[in-house]
């Protein structure tokens, strides 16, 4: 019987008890011991990531990361992801996750809390170290960051447009004379969308849910002038009707081709815009409905897998992945947005990146997308939404559509 076992044993035999249940749903950093890993994330595009993992292997040999690429989009990523984690399975030790599933797998018990004294996010910038935290607690380490911003053509505009009503009316003016479209985003009926349409909302005083996430806030007056913005562009032309099939690919393949004079991307198509277009275009914050709008925030955090065998190892890859050298290498080596804000700052990276003043300004004016436990229904029920007035302008009018969007958003949040 236990209770005839030496103290010092019984000790033993509990610590041991605490640590074989430390995977189970998210226990402390660290308890899984070290060991080789497996980083799952996005796929890389841009062939930056093995070189970074090559300098991890070569000095930690028996503590190896191999990569494993997901899908390239999120949709995809997220589901094989969560299958892995609903599975309790230990391949994935390091989780590459956008930003808007924290809520989701923290709530789930899929990832494990973090020690913040571990990490210098102090020198972060402060809108995405808040993408990493729920309910008081870091689940994850800020890895990159993005916000949307407005490409235009500088030699079609004198000045950016600053206010819906500037885009609408140098996107008329232009395509009258040039024969070209005025502007696009994404629009198709996925995740684009709703950042899209989250984006208008915020741009026009708005926003969707409460910060906590446990009440909806989306006044359906806001969201009836931020579809209307759309709407009105497709009804006058100057928002290209083929947009409706528009994700990220298809907006930087129209605007780098001269197709549009305006395009709402990420800055990775900043890089493809400059090979092709020169010195002929520039980019800036998005526009709102009285003055400069608000992006919505997006990016990759890197999270510890509840169910991984080695969380030590993974937890000090992470510190290593998100160094101030290696968040260099982020941007000049795989052209995405850093989170240490002093790499915003840094004059040779200005002078190489010209849009960092920009990027930097839309990031900590941007606001994070829902946060909730349920992020993936209520995004799928602003995109389908926001996609069928789009689609079919006259079956509904905007308020219609905004009503109820507010009522089913209400339903989730009731029922979560």
């Not at 562009?233 to 605007?255: D, Q, V």
């Not at 897998?305 to 260099?328: D, G, P, V």
């Not at 993936?376 to 009503?403: C, F, M, R, W, Y």
Request: aromatic content about 10%; overall charge negative.
């Amino acid at each position: 019987m236990l209770r005839s076992l030496p103290l010092v044993l019984v000790a033993l035999l509990a610590a041991a008890g605490c640590a074989a249940t430390s995977n189970e749903g998210g226990g402390e950093t660290g308890t899984g011991g070290t060991g080789p890993i497996t980083f799952a994330t996005g796929r890389d595009t841009t062939a930056y990531l093995q070189p970074l993992l090559d300098r991890w292997n070569q000095a930690h040999p028996a503590e190896k990361v191999t990569l494993l690429e997901l899908p390239e989009a999120a949709d995809e990523q997220r589901a094989q992801i969560a299958a892995n984690l609903q599975a309790q399975s230990s391949r994935y030790d390091v989780l590459g996750l956008d930003v808007v599933w924290t809520a989701e797998f923290a709530e789930n018990g899929w990832i494990i809390p973090l020690e913040r004294g571990l990490f210098p996010l102090d020198r972060f910038l402060p809108p995405v170290v808040e993408t990493a935290v729920y309910k008081n607690k870091l689940w994850a380490v800020p890895y990159t960051s993005n916000a949307g911003l407005l490409y235009y053509r500088t030699d079609l505009v004198a000045k950016p447009p600053r206010t819906w009503a500037e885009l609408r009316n140098q996107s008329q003016e232009i395509r009258k004379k040039h024969d070209i479209g005025g502007y696009a985003g994404q629009f198709l009926a996925y995740e684009g969308l709703t950042v899209n349409f989250s984006e208008a909302v915020q741009s026009a005083g708005g926003q969707i849910l409460s910060r906590d996430g446990t009440e909806v806030t989306f006044d359906p007056a806001k969201g009836e002038v931020a579809l209307d913005f759309l709407l009105q562009g497709l009804r006058e032309g100057w928002i290209p009707k083929e947009s409706l099939s528009f994700k990220e690919e298809e907006t930087r393949l129209a605007f780098q081709e001269g197709r549009l004079a305006f395009a709402r991307n990420w800055p990775h198509g900043y890089g493809p815009a400059r090979a092709e277009l020169g010195a002929k275009f520039g980019v800036t914050r998005l526009p709102g409905l009285n003055g400069p709008g608000s992006s919505t925030l997006g990016g990759i955090n890197l999270a510890i897998s509840a169910y991984s065998k080695h969380q030590r190892t993974a937890q000090e890859f992470i510190r290593y992945f998100t160094s101030l050298e290696n968040e260099r290498r982020v941007l000049t080596e795989g052209s995405f947005p850093p989170v240490w804000t002093e790499l915003y700052d840094d004059p040779a990276l200005i002078k190489r990146f010209p849009y960092l003043p920009a990027l930097k300004e839309s990031i900590l004016a941007a606001k994070p997308r829902p946060v909730s436990a349920n992020y993936n229904q209520l995004s799928l029920v602003i995109a389908s939404s926001v996609a069928k007035a789009l689609g079919s302008p006259s079956t509904e009018s905007a308020d219609d559509v905004a009503a109820s969007i507010k009522s089913e958003l209400e339903e989730i949040i009731r029922t979560q």
